[in-house]
């Protein structure tokens, strides 16, 4: 892993969301660091995946505010937001390919939509097998979603997380439905993908093993705010039964 | 008593945010029709795909018609010694209302409810968030290309429909009454007037919209899970239909003013 640095690239501050009376986060707050990989672990239904929804723009907080490379997420213009939205990758917990379009055009699409960033590309090919090759996958172009594993799915998602060479990446459990080799495997590639891009992440999970090999930092997220944060190391050993559920 | 009352205002209140949450959707359309980017490459794919998937259905169904509705009518015309008629009330009937109508009902089956059912699925395995996070507007992309593509698609799949419920309609007459096809397209031509082929294909339009429109909502607002993509489906084809109903007998009533028929 590459050594963060103390510059953050994401802050959230008194982040608020709730759906009817269920109240999701309840004053979150967040600093996520250049060149950072940090794990977000908390119970299922505890509002993790709510929280980067709202980093991301997908989700709309009741309150706090969300800073992302220095931008008010929830103060952007669309226009503004979608440019912004190429810096930002998203891994999602069910990989979300097309599946009425082949793997090259799975990751075509967001190439063809940013021509701002890379202007109009006649020839995608090099730049859809540069991000294949990367996650291990370069023979898999002409396939169709249906003809992939889960494991492979997740790898060509995030191929095409990739393909924009994003500067932060949000992974939303990456590894949940994975056997434990294919999990590994998937670990190890974005650990390589954080040192190839130069990378910060944040990962949502509850995968302590996952953790365990990727994590610079971590924070738990237990009704609805940050309860405690730290290394992976501090917070295996600490004595609270709340942090100690989750390392058992 | 007071449970039964309960149970009806909560109905109607349902029914009522149901209507107001697809006129904001409809309203929502006509906000972002014509805003750029223009997808056209989608609107052309979903076009071929909407009309190449409901062409084959289309026709027989049409060729069916026409030959049944032929073969039901012919005992009373020849009654009363009117089955030189025949074609005329074909025409007129096919043309007007029943290849419409029809068309129409079969489409919202096959294409509403496919329309609802891929939408469901693309919202519940967050392929529509993944778009949207590809810097996309899903909603230019997935609806309006799909709504526009059944508006424009539906009215040529009537023409074909229609033309063919005829085609089907002679064959009887051919067969039964010895009939040629020039005699029988004749008869066909002469009777029918703007006023029955404008209405009608003006309110096919009405159609097509109607079938993307209830299609996309309902797939578009999908609840979670694999059973929500199923209702969404269901629902499609159940509002679609009714949806059709209204419009049927909107345009008939306006048609009535207009041409005075």
Same mark, same amino acid.
């Given at each position: 892993?590459?050594?963060?640095?103390?510059?953050?690239?994401?802050?959230?501050?008194?982040?608020?969301?709730?759906?009817?009376?269920?109240?999701?986060?309840?004053?979150?707050?967040?600093?996520?660091?250049?060149?950072?990989?940090?794990?977000?672990?908390?119970?299922?239904?505890?509002?993790?995946?709510?929280?980067?929804?709202?980093?991301?723009?997908?989700?709309?907080?009741?309150?706090?505010?969300?800073?992302?490379?220095?931008?008010?997420?929830?103060?952007?213009?669309?226009?503004?937001?979608?440019?912004?939205?190429?810096?930002?990758?998203?891994?999602?917990?069910?990989?979300?390919?097309?599946?009425?379009?082949?793997? #090259?055009?799975? /990751?075509?699409?967001? =190439?063809?939509?940013?021509? +701002?960033?890379?202007?109009?590309? @006649?020839? %995608? &090919?090099? $730049?859809?097998?540069?991000?294949?090759?990367?996650?291990?996958?370069?023979?898999?172009?002409?396939?169709?979603?249906?003809?992939?594993?889960?494991?492979?799915?997740? #790898?060509?998602? /995030?191929?095409?997380? =990739?393909?924009?060479?994003? +500067?932060?990446?949000?992974?939303? @459990?990456? %590894? &949940?439905? $994975?056997?434990?080799?294919?999990?590994?495997?998937?670990?190890?590639?974005?650990?390589?993908?954080?040192?190839?891009?130069?990378?910060?992440?944040?990962?949502?999970?509850?995968?302590?093993?996952?953790?365990?090999?990727?994590?610079?930092?971590?924070?738990?997220?237990?009704?609805?705010?940050?309860?405690?944060?730290?290394?992976?190391?501090?917070?295996?050993?600490?004595?609270?039964?709340?942090?100690?559920?989750?390392?058992? | 008593?007071?449970?039964?009352?309960?149970?009806?205002?909560?109905?109607?209140?349902?029914?009522?945010?149901?209507?107001?949450?697809?006129?904001?959707?409809?309203?929502?359309?006509?906000?972002?029709?014509?805003?750029?980017?223009?997808?056209?490459?989608?609107?052309?794919?979903?076009?071929?795909?909407?009309?190449?998937?409901?062409?084959?259905?289309?026709?027989?169904?049409?060729?069916?018609?026409?030959?049944?509705?032929?073969?039901?009518?012919?005992?009373?015309?020849?009654?009363?010694?009117?089955?030189?008629?025949?074609?005329?009330?074909?025409?007129?009937?096919?043309?007007?209302?029943?290849?419409?109508?029809?068309?129409?009902?079969?489409?919202?089956?096959?294409?509403?409810?496919?329309?609802?059912?891929?939408?469901?699925?693309?919202?519940?395995?967050?392929?529509?968030?993944?778009?949207?996070?590809?810097?996309?507007?899903?909603?230019?992309?997935?609806?309006?290309?799909?709504?526009?593509?059944?508006?424009?698609?539906?009215?040529?799949?009537?023409?074909?429909?229609?033309?063919?419920?005829?085609?089907?309609?002679?064959?009887?007459?051919?067969?039964?009454?010895?009939?040629?096809?020039?005699?029988?397209?004749?008869?066909?031509?002469?009777?029918?007037?703007?006023?029955?082929?404008?209405?009608?294909?003006?309110?096919?339009?009405?159609?097509?919209?109607?079938?993307?429109?209830?299609?996309?909502?309902?797939?578009?607002?999908?609840?979670?899970?694999?059973?929500?993509?199923?209702?969404?489906?269901?629902?499609?084809?159940?509002?679609?239909?009714?949806?059709?109903?209204?419009?049927?007998?909107?345009?008939?009533?306006?048609?009535?003013?207009?041409?005075?028929?």
């Amino acid at each position: 892993m590459t050594t963060p640095t103390k510059k953050a690239i994401i802050t959230i501050k008194d982040l608020h969301k709730q759906f009817g009376s269920n109240v999701v986060l309840n004053g979150f707050d967040l600093e996520l660091f250049e060149g950072e990989n940090l794990v977000v672990m908390g119970k299922s239904g505890s509002g993790k995946s709510v929280m980067i929804k709202c980093v991301i723009g997908l989700e709309q907080p009741n309150s706090g505010s969300i800073l992302v490379m220095n931008q008010k997420i929830n103060k952007l213009e669309q226009e503004a937001l979608d440019e912004l939205r190429t810096e930002i990758g998203f891994l999602f917990q069910g990989s979300a390919l097309y599946d009425s379009m082949s793997v #090259r055009e799975n /990751l075509e699409f967001p =190439l063809r939509r940013h021509t +701002k960033k890379f202007g109009v590309i @006649e020839d %995608t &090919t090099p $730049l859809v097998m540069e991000a294949l090759e990367s996650v291990g996958l370069a023979h898999a172009i002409d396939l169709m979603p249906n003809e992939l594993s889960g494991g492979m799915k997740r #790898r060509i998602a /995030l191929a095409r997380t =990739l393909i924009l060479k994003p +500067k932060i990446i949000l992974y939303d @459990e990456p %590894t &949940t439905g $994975l056997d434990p080799i294919t999990s590994k495997e998937i670990v190890l590639l974005m650990n390589s993908i954080q040192k190839q891009y130069n990378t910060s992440s944040i990962i949502i999970t509850h995968d302590v093993d996952c953790a365990k090999v990727i994590a610079n930092r971590m924070i738990l997220l237990i009704d609805g705010v940050n309860y405690i944060e730290g290394t992976f190391d501090e917070l295996a050993s600490s004595t609270d039964p709340k942090v100690q559920a989750f390392f058992k | 008593m007071k449970k039964y009352f309960d149970n009806l205002t909560e109905a109607l209140q349902n029914f009522l945010i149901e209507v107001g949450e697809l006129s904001y959707f409809a309203g929502r359309f006509f906000k972002e029709f014509w805003k750029p980017p223009y997808e056209f490459k989608e609107l052309l794919r979903q076009c071929f795909y909407i009309g190449n998937r409901s062409l084959l259905l289309v026709s027989v169904t049409g060729f069916i018609i026409g030959l049944v509705f032929t073969l039901q009518s012919r005992p009373t015309l020849q009654e009363f010694g009117a089955v030189s008629w025949m074609a005329s009330m074909v025409s007129v009937s096919i043309i007007r209302e029943i290849g419409p109508i029809i068309t129409a009902l079969i489409c919202a089956g096959r294409i509403g409810s496919g329309i609802g059912a891929e939408l469901g699925s693309m919202k519940v395995t967050e392929q529509i968030d993944a778009m949207e996070v590809s810097g996309t507007n899903p909603f230019k992309y997935l609806v309006i290309t799909r709504i526009l593509a059944t508006t424009l698609m539906l009215p040529l799949l009537v023409i074909v429909g229609d033309f063919i419920a005829i085609y089907g309609s002679f064959l009887v007459e051919n067969i039964k009454g010895n009939v040629s096809f020039t005699l029988y397209f004749n008869q066909v031509f002469n009777i029918l007037e703007y006023s029955d082929i404008v209405p009608a294909t003006i309110k096919t339009f009405f159609f097509g919209f109607a079938i993307g429109l209830v299609g996309c909502y309902k797939g578009y607002n999908c609840k979670k899970g694999t059973a929500g993509v199923g209702k969404a489906a269901n629902a499609a084809v159940v509002y679609t239909s009714m949806l059709l109903f209204i419009i049927d007998f909107v345009a008939v009533f306006v048609t009535n003013i207009f041409y005075d028929l």
